[in-house]
């Protein structure tokens, strides 16, 4: 836009990309995996992490095309979310002997699916606000 009214605007500093994924990772035997909804972020769970004991590990994912752009999302759908969700679990099953799961609405899907549809075992599952 053009004009005197946006040429004096103070521009903007970017701000660093508040969805980023986290965890708390160690040589622990359990993790907590947590899966945000259709344009959430894994920071909605930082509340939960804050209070999981030490002795159990935890990562907080960012799902494909979210966390960017309007056309990065628009490139990702359910395939790309389950099969991500797919391979972090099969990875994770390698490592850690108790896995539970912690999803929000359409997290909980994916969460749903990996268990009955891609060999993914949980040790328990949280599921807030299904839908």
């Not at 999981?52 to 907080?60: G, M, T, V």
Request: a positive charge; one cysteine or more.
């Amino acid at each position: 836009m053009r004009g005197p009214l946006f040429n004096n605007r103070p521009r903007r500093k970017p701000v660093e990309n508040r969805h980023r994924e986290f965890s708390r990772l160690s040589d622990s035997e359990t993790i907590v995996i947590f899966v945000h909804g259709i344009q959430g972020s894994p920071q909605q769970f930082r509340f939960l992490t804050e209070n999981i004991p030490e002795n159990i590990d935890f990562i907080s994912v960012l799902l494909p095309g979210h966390g960017g752009t309007v056309s990065h999302f628009r490139k990702c759908g359910r395939k790309e979310w389950t099969e991500a969700f797919s391979r972090l679990c099969a990875d994770l099953q390698k490592r850690y002997q108790k896995i539970y799961f912690v999803g929000h609405s359409m997290g909980c899907l994916i969460g749903i699916d990996g268990a009955l549809h891609h060999g993914v075992s949980f040790e328990g599952m949280l599921l807030l606000a299904v839908h």
